[in-house]
């Protein structure tokens, strides 16, 4: 790769160590996709639960931190994920001792190099959306497909460590979606159906990514006659990233570079294959908890929950799962009381599957799980549950009834 | 036989296979504490990682591949190395802070040419695999 005079003093080790840690990671990736040079970027999202860096990926997060040279801050707004628990309903949740130690130590390390902890995976919606054309440094599927296809900025998916290398270089290797040749749509898909609610847009984006197939693929979808709004387009390029790994769809209207590439239609996805979809996750029975996470809820969503709540007594646990930023409003509005006089518990700051989700399903005896998110469903099968999709208002019924 | 990857990354290794003509992300497929891939739909489901060099179609899922590689590492249940007909910027990412050999890119489908069970020998520097 090509480095400029600042790049080549991180590397030499004369910014610091930690710099120096950061940039040599950042080459041996961008050497491996060809990246020509470096792009600044102007903001960095750091994706790291506990559950996910390990013991290894704290002691790695503290070593930098303890690093006593000027390269050991971040350089650029950066910002974090969804965090591994909500330290309010931890017990709630039953999590142990250990795992809260552990999220408490990677929290003390990120403020001590300078990282705003966030904690949500709706940075878009409640921190600040990038502008067209703006490079940035995302770590979150879900996150990135939205910044690339909606707001039309430019950002591979940034795990952790490349996230944080990003942050405390302020650049990243210019390769994959940071290039216009990456970024074209490679793949035509048409669909007659228009997802009435969250979970069918979910699914919709989940059989587009199914189909596309990898990271490389960009799906531009045709015929849908409809005009999402951000909560659907978050669920639609979530479950899109979580079921093909995709960074990047055109949806015309949307997208503001789609353009229909020269090529014929080679998908046509209908009502039934949404619904076949929806069926391979057992469609109805009993339940254990209803959970609503995966993205974080935004507060039109917590809204339209509460409104469901009311005059209801749950039999089975029901959890909200929000970003730091939308709880102080849903607790001020008087929604969070709404849903937990239900019998229901908002949390903040924490997605489901990123807080031990094995462990908590092992300590509750939760097995049984019913949610609107189509992401959800999608990672779970992986941590032992049996996961069941369905509507917000299917979800709030089984959580009073004891099953969908 | 000997095959060419595109993209390398990591030390030579040499190991047994396990092939299937499917993804890989270590949150959706795998139970990292007993180092077994767990998803039920996986073709690999029930069988153990560690040690083996995986050879898969393409890299599936999030962003938590990128610290696992290096978590599973640390506690010795982790693939020997990885190879992929495609990949996304995470396993990468992943490979290269797990120090884990990783090769990507072939002529043909590499799960379709490989042996299950084979001795193979990676060389990241020729970006070759070479089948013993």
């Keep these: 790769m090509k480095l400029d005079d600042e790049e080549q003093a991180m590397r030499a080790g004369t910014l610091g160590r930690v710099a120096q840690i950061a940039i040599e990671h950042q080459i041996r990736v961008g050497d491996f996709f060809g990246a020509a040079d470096f792009v600044p970027v102007t903001q960095a999202h750091i994706m790291a639960d506990t559950e996910s860096l390990g013991e290894s990926g704290v002691r790695w997060l503290e070593a930098l931190a303890d690093a006593d040279d000027r390269g050991a801050r971040v350089r650029i707004p950066t910002i974090t994920d969804p965090r591994g628990t909500d330290f309010a309903k931890a017990a709630m949740l039953k999590q142990a001792a250990w795992m809260l130690t552990l999220e408490r130590r990677a929290i003390d390390a990120f403020v001590r190099l300078g990282v705003a902890m966030t904690d949500t995976c709706i940075n878009y919606q409640t921190i600040q959306a990038p502008a067209r054309g703006e490079s940035v440094a995302f770590g979150d599927t879900g996150v990135v497909i939205y910044a690339n296809s909606v707001c039309g900025a430019r950002s591979n998916y940034e795990g952790g460590p490349s996230a944080v290398a990003a942050g405390l270089t302020g650049r990243t290797p210019r390769y994959g979606f940071h290039l216009d040749e990456h970024r074209r749509a490679t793949l035509r898909v048409r669909t007659d159906f228009i997802p009435k609610s969250l979970n069918e847009w979910g699914a919709l984006g989940g059989l587009v990514g199914r189909l596309a197939g990898n990271y490389w693929t960009v799906p531009y979808l045709e015929g849908l006659d409809a005009v999402p709004g951000s909560d659907e387009l978050k669920h639609f390029g979530a479950a899109m990233a979580s079921f093909g790994s995709i960074a990047m769809y055109h949806l015309a209207g949307v997208t503001p570079e789609a353009v229909a590439p020269a090529l014929p239609v080679a998908h046509r996805i209908g009502q039934g294959d949404v619904a076949a979809l929806q069926a391979a996750y057992a469609p109805q029975g009993e339940i254990d908890v209803v959970v609503f996470s995966a993205p974080q809820l935004s507060l039109y969503e917590l809204r339209e929950l509460a409104a469901m709540c009311d005059g209801r007594r749950f039999t089975r646990p029901l959890l909200a799962v929000t970003s730091p930023q939308i709880k102080p409003d849903a607790d001020r509005f008087g929604l969070t009381k709404r849903i937990e006089d239900a019998g229901g518990h908002v949390l903040a700051g924490m997605c489901f599957y990123q807080s031990y989700a094995r462990e908590i399903a092992e300590a509750n005896g939760w097995k049984r799980l019913a949610t609107n998110s189509a992401k959800l469903v999608n990672i779970l099968g992986g941590y032992g549950y049996v996961p069941l999709l369905a509507s917000m208002e299917h979800c709030v019924d089984a959580a009073e009834k004891g099953r969908l | ?132």
């Design chain 2, 1 to 132: 036989m000997i095959y060419s990857a595109r993209h390398a990354i990591g030390k030579p290794v040499r190991g047994q296979t396990l092939v299937a003509h499917d993804g890989f992300s270590a949150r959706y497929d795998l139970d990292r504490i007993k180092g077994v891939f767990s998803r039920a739909t996986h073709k690999l489901a029930g069988q153990s990682y560690a040690g083996r060099i995986l050879v898969l179609d393409t890299a599936k899922g999030g962003v938590a591949s990128a610290w696992m590689l290096h978590e599973m590492a640390t506690r010795g249940l982790v693939p020997l190395a990885l190879v992929l007909n495609s990949v996304n910027p995470i396993l990468v990412q992943g490979a290269a802070f797990g120090n884990v050999t990783m090769l990507v890119g072939f002529d043909g489908d590499i799960t379709a040419q490989v042996p299950h069970g084979a001795t193979v020998e990676l060389d990241p520097a020729a970006r070759t695999l070479r089948v013993l």
